[in-house]
């Protein structure tokens, strides 16, 4: 990953191959923002006029390049847009410095060094702009050719590397606060980039074992204990959701639980993760066109992994357990069949209606089995609904709760890290349409609203008096469109960050 520095360097004489500095949507045309007076004394003061010639105009996402002044000993200027002209005295935004910074960081693909000119005015500016660079910076480029070649892991497509090296100038390498926020970042953004690497990985090398063979070496790593349930013990168990979900694969399902804890913690969060390995439909096959992407069907897991190995890093002050529910879901003799019915973990049977609706069965038994520990709240995250991308898009994921006050905190939490998200409804009419003659719940109700009976079903096998949300992330855990912002192609890493959050809000006594 993209190596950072602070530094209180002045551009012109700092060695690297190009500078990068921030422009912004002035009423009148482009203004050079706060960082680049350097830069722009270089240009006798020109800076915006000569962006504006080349067609810049301070975009949001707009890159520009040109020459370096002379005197200058990186021969690059690269201009990103800032977005709009914050009000007087405001400050930038920190999620337009992160995509302004990872646009920059994509834009530098293949160059050792860049310094970052952008606006700093505190440590949280410089936490911003690090972690745009290292969210732009990455590249999954395992399976390529040239990587293979090169022994060296992942490569461009060029055969080109990321940025290697980012200077954050305007930075202070010996203050507390701006180190504390580099490290931070650094952290977070480590586990977010390996959610992204287990999302893009082909589901032929990750099947719920090997995934639970990953957890479990970076949990010794990170001192996190972790227990991995196999077929056997599950079976055992009764978690009869997720050996359903299960049963139709060659690669037997797991469910894999992972514990972090802290000796000053008085709170207890519990993440829970759907793991779906590859989502074939099962016996419900999807339709030609649909089964392309579905390795990322375990994009929640992915996110609660990571946000667990995170919180362990950061030394967060509360205790964390996540659950991965994993499983392939695949269609064969011994698949389970639309009207079997199964009786999960909890007790309950529920009537299989849709083998495609795989996701809420394996979360049911996982949620019940984080419910036994009594948490604080319990978090959910999936890629479970169609019908959420048809209600959010392709770039928010929906919240619902069982508790309007923490539906909207981890909205704000959401909002407060770049991650955009929604508030959803459960209503209650939409209940009835999962009864079933033959079991206790159906696993499909009424079609329209179908995220929000997703939701419904799940709040089914939250424990009584247990403080709950589920994070539906169908839209955003997988770019299946160009890079934007710090967002590249393929997975994402949604949800990572707010999971974050929700753990070092709780730790600091600010969530409930």
């Known amino acids: ?31 050079v923002a706060p960082g680049a007076e350097a830069v722009d004394k270089a240009y006798d003061g020109k800076l915006a006029g000569v962006l504006e010639t080349l067609g810049a105009a301070g975009a949001e996402g707009e890159v520009t390049k040109l020459p370096a002044p002379a005197g200058f000993k990186a021969p690059l200027v690269v201009a990103v847009g800032l977005g709009a002209e914050p009000e007087k005295d405001a400050g930038f935004d920190a ?26 005015t505190d440590a949280a500016d410089a936490g911003a702009v690090a972690e745009g660079v290292l969210l732009g910076a990455y590249s999954f480029d395992t399976y390529k050719e040239s990587a293979a070649a090169s022994g060296r892991g992942a490569r461009a497509k060029n055969g080109k590397g990321p940025l290697a090296e980012a200077a954050l100038l305007g930075g202070k390498p010996r203050d507390r606060a701006y180190k504390a926020a580099i490290e931070r970042a650094t952290a977070v953004v480590e586990e977010l980039n390996r959610a992204r690497d287990l999302i893009n990985m082909p589901p032929n090398d990750l099947n719920p074992e ?12 990170h001192g996190i204990k972790v227990q991995v349930l196999d077929e056997k013990a599950l079976v055992k168990g009764g978690y009869g959701g997720i050996l359903g979900v299960g049963a139709g694969s060659a690669s037997g399902p797991r469910l894999v639980k992972l514990s972090y804890t802290s000796s000053k913690a008085d709170k207890h969060l519990a993440f829970v993760g759907k793991g779906i390995t590859y989502d074939s439909g099962g016996i419900s096959l999807k339709p030609a066109g649909h089964n392309e992407t579905m ?23 509360v205790n964390v357990t996540g659950w991965l529910a994993l499983a392939e879901n695949m269609p064969s003799g011994s698949a389970t069949r639309p009207g079997d019915v199964l009786r999960m973990y909890s007790g309950k049977t529920v009537e299989v209606l849709n083998t495609d609706a795989e996701g809420r069965l394996v979360l049911a038994d996982a949620l019940w ?25 392709s770039r928010t994921f929906g919240i619902m709760a069982n508790d309007e006050a923490f539906r909207s905190a981890v909205h704000e939490a959401a909002e407060e890290v770049g991650e955009p998200a929604w508030p959803m409804p459960l209503p209650e009419h939409l209940r009835k349409g999962m009864d079933s003659p033959t079991a206790d719940i159906a696993n499909m109700g ?32 997988f770019n299946e469109g160009g890079p934007f912002g710090y967002t590249p192609k393929g997975g994402t890493g949604t949800a990572v960050r707010t999971l974050v959050r929700l753990a070092e809000l709780t730790a600091a006594g600010d969530l409930g």
Request: with cysteine; glycine share 12%; aromatic share 4%.
């Open 295 to 317: 390795k990322c069907d375990m994009s929640g897991a992915a996110a609660v992994f990571a946000a667990v190995v995170a919180a362990a890093r950061l030394g967060l002050e």
């Open 369 to 393: 089995a984080a419910s036994e520990e009594k948490p604080d709240a319990i978090v959910d995250v999936a890629t479970l609904t169609g019908a959420m991308m048809l209600a959010l898009g």
């Open 95 to 120: 999620e337009a410095l992160r995509k302004a910074a990872g646009v920059a960081a994509r834009a530098l693909t293949g160059t050792k060094k860049a310094a970052f000119a952008l606006p700093l």
């Open 446 to 477: 009424e079609r329209m609203g179908g995220g929000l009976v997703a939701g419904l079903f799940l709040r089914e096998f939250v424990g009584e008096g247990i403080t709950w949300a589920h994070l539906d992330i169908a839209g955003p855990a």
């Open 1 to 31: 990953m993209t190596a950072l520095t602070l530094s209180t360097a002045a551009a012109p004489g700092l060695r690297a191959d190009a500078i990068v500095i921030g422009v912004v949507k002035g009423a009148e045309g482009p203004v």
């Open 210 to 221: 090997a995934f639970a063979a990953i957890a479990q070496a970076a949990a010794k790593e």
